[in-house]
Structures are given as C-alpha cells and as structure tokens.
C-alpha cells in the first residue's frame, strides 16, 4: 500500500515482507543508504493491527520530526512511540522493535517520490531474497495490542466498528492522535 504522507511532503509504502532467511540488519542502512532518498522503518509484526496502523504511525512521527515536537532521535523509534500510543521509548521499543531472526517483517519504506519509494522496497526485498504478501488486518495481532496496552471494551465500544479487529484499529488510530495533540 503506497500513500502520500506528512501531508503530501513525502510517500510511504507499507508491506509484509517474507524471506528464506533472516533480514541482514546491515541491509537496511545499504539499500537506502545509495540513494539517499528513503528511510526503512521495520516493525515487529505481531503487534501490528493493520497497514493503517503502521502507516499512520509513521505519518505522525515525520510530522514530530518537521514541527519539532519528536521525544526519539530516530524515526523508527518515533514511529514506534506513535504506534505504540505512547511516550515510553522502552514500551514502544518492547512492542514493535522487531527480531531480525524471524523471517516476516512490516516493512514501512518512507521517501520524497513515489518512484523512489517503490524502488527502495523492491531493492530491500531484493537484496533479502524476499517477496511482499498481502497486508491485511491481524486479529492474533489486535488482541496482543489490546493485552499490552490495556485497551477495554468500554472504548472498543465507542468506535461504532463493525468488527474487533476494526475497532482496536480505530482505538489506536484515536489514541494516536491524541498522543500527537498532547505534545
């Protein structure tokens, strides 16, 4: 999913990348390292809702950065204080840091074009020997997110979503938001 953020400064696309082996850290910085036009912000999958989630997430923390309102040095872990809800780099970090280990990731790839941004995921997907799958809404994710971080059913209830994983979705989107106002 590619779509235009930090109100249309830049594009961000979000995939669920599967590989044979492990993501190669050292990866991340080469792919967008040459052409310096992107940045990869890798999210733990299992903590994931959705590609809204994610995708929101990231569009808050790159407008911390321009208005100067981040509490992280890094995007990625400004991303992950986004998606986590929160200001508690070590709750956000426990969430959504991911295990490299594994071989499905989120990856979120940010930059100023949509060419540049589509290259970049296809190089790093490349360079992984790893192909994109569908990104669709998690239910093992959304009840994992709503344990963590202590979402009722009280809230659950004001969303008027028409199904859980939809409402989780919604709380976190809203809890976001907040998050960003309160800065």
């Known amino acids: 999913m590619l779509i235009p953020v930090d109100a249309g400064r830049a594009y961000a696309y979000a995939g669920v990348l599967r590989g044979t082996v492990p993501i ?24 994931v809702v ?28 400004e991303s992950f204080l986004f998606a986590a809800a929160t200001n508690d780099i070590s709750k956000a970090l426990k969430l959504f840091n991911p295990n490299f280990r594994g071989n499905r990731h989120i990856i979120v790839v940010v930059s100023k074009s949509r060419e540049s941004c589509l290259r970049v995921a296809n190089a790093f997907a490349e360079t992984q020997g790893a192909v994109y799958e569908t990104f669709q809404r ?27 994983i939809e409402a989780v979705e919604k709380c976190l989107l809203f809890r976001m938001a907040l998050n960003f106002l309160s800065r």
Do not use: C, W
């Open 50 to 77: 959705g590609p809204a989630h994610v995708l929101t997430a990231v569009d808050y923390a790159l407008r911390a950065f321009r208005l100067k309102r981040n509490i992280a040095r890094s995007l990625h872990v």
């Open 138 to 164: 998690s239910k093992d994710a959304a009840e994992r997110v709503t344990k963590m971080l202590g979402i009722t059913e009280v809230e659950l209830s004001t969303t008027y979503a028409q199904d859980f």
């Open 24 to 47: 190669d850290e050292r990866e991340i910085r080469t792919v967008a390292g040459p052409f310096q036009e992107a940045y990869l912000v890798i999210f733990n999958p299992n903590f």
